[in-house]
């Protein structure tokens, strides 16, 4: 299963870090709608993907106006435009997150295009993405990943790695080995 994290916020990068590197999880921003290009490419980096695997685009990002109309309409209807495989979904800033997160008044988003649509169908409050403790994002984020994977191909593959790279270290120190005994002569 190809997982990735988008996000519009690139300054969570640091904080989701330890957990896309432990799982090979690809980061994507789609700062300010996305570029063409890049989404474009994500479209067809889905394409790759072998049929039988379903991708997934875990979404963290701002409720606001322009986050939630990025991640509910726009993202999800260029990738369909283009094609694409990637099964989107949201997984903070959630409904659930609002109760316990500090918000701002929807009205200082007013000059948004997307302002309207957001007051329809969200209402007049919004919340930062970063305004989610670190800690809970990253072990969110671990989760989402972990559900979705097959741990135990996972930990085989880990497993077989490790072999994989003790093999290799016994390797070269033998060839260093056998080549310093040549330089000694």
């Keep these: 299963c190809l997982i990735e994290v988008w996000s519009e916020k690139s300054t969570v990068a640091g904080v989701l870090e330890p957990v ?8 994507r921003v ?20 072998p049929g039988h695997q379903n991708p997934i685009a875990l979404y963290i990002g701002d409720r606001d106006p322009s986050g939630m109309y990025m991640s509910e309409i ?15 979904q949201r997984i903070a800033v959630l409904e659930s997150d609002t109760p316990n ?4 008044d929807a009205s200082t988003k007013s000059g948004d295009n997307r ?13 930062e993405l970063d305004a989610i403790d670190p800690n809970d994002l990253r072990q969110r984020v671990r989760e989402q990943i972990e559900t ?16 994989e790279v003790k093999s290799m270290k016994s390797f070269h120190d033998a060839w260093n080995n ?8």
């Excluded at 590197?21 to 980061?27: A, H, L, N, P, R």
């Excluded at 300010?32 to 993907?49: H, K």
């Design 20 to 27: 896309l590197d432990e799982f090979g999880v690809t980061f």
């Design 30 to 49: 789609q700062k300010g709608f996305g570029s063409f290009t890049s989404v474009r490419q994500a479209a067809e980096d889905s394409l790759a993907v």
């Design 74 to 88: 726009d993202l999800p209807a260029r990738l369909a435009r283009y094609g694409s495989k990637w099964q989107f």
């Design 101 to 104: 997160l500090p918000s701002f």
């Design 115 to 127: 302002y309207e649509w957001f007051l329809e169908n969200y209402g007049d409050k919004c919340w």
């Design 148 to 163: 979705r994977l097959n741990l135990l191909a996972w930990d085989y593959a880990r497993h077989i790695e490790q072999a």
């Design 178 to 185: 056998r080549l310093g005994d040549r330089h000694a002569v």
